[in-house]
């Protein structure tokens, strides 16, 4: 097994500082800024979305960010490379937790083994494990309500609306 290239610890630290601090909803113009900072080149601009380039060192560099109601809601942050080894995975997603850690402190909580850490300012921070990935995703206030609605009501997370399988 491999070790993964993946966001280093000072990235992932600077990340999560970055959202804990912002105010939500974020405008497009406070989130060009905060990319800035965080040294995203920014890729395509779309009505409902915003891409960048993070620089880290993984093999697809990616950051893809929700828009709604012209402000950003989601923003999924590619944080390691892809693979197919699993073992591999699973380290670089514990050392990635390592680092949300350090700068967050313990997990608030998990889902189907994903940790998250509620931010003070509203928001959630996921650190997502993916079938060839490990992803960290920050939503926004709303988003981060509406899923704590869920799980207070017991709404099953794999659940797909509008569908047969909604019926769980």
Known sequence: MDALSRATD???RAVCAAF?????????????????????????????????????????PT???????????????AASDKSDDSAAL?????????AVDSQLGAPS????G???????????????SVPK???LVVQDQRFADIERVEERLGIDPTRNPGTADDNR
């Open 114 to 128: 994903d940790p998250y850490w509620e931010l003070g300012n509203g928001g959630r921070i996921w650190l997502k």
């Open 90 to 98: 699973s380290q670089a997603a514990s050392a990635l937790r390592d």
């Open 63 to 77: 950051v893809r960010s929700l828009v709604a109601d012209e402000a950003v809601s989601q923003i999924t942050i």
């Open 10 to 12: 000072e990235q992932v």
């Open 20 to 60: 804990d601090a912002v105010e939500w909803p974020l405008g497009r113009d406070g989130y060009a800024a905060l990319a800035e900072e965080l040294g995203w080149q920014p890729k395509l601009e779309t009505s409902s979305g915003i891409q960048h380039r993070s620089g880290y060192p993984v093999s697809l």
């Open 133 to 135: 990935k490990v992803l």
């Open 109 to 112: 909580g998990q889902q189907q």
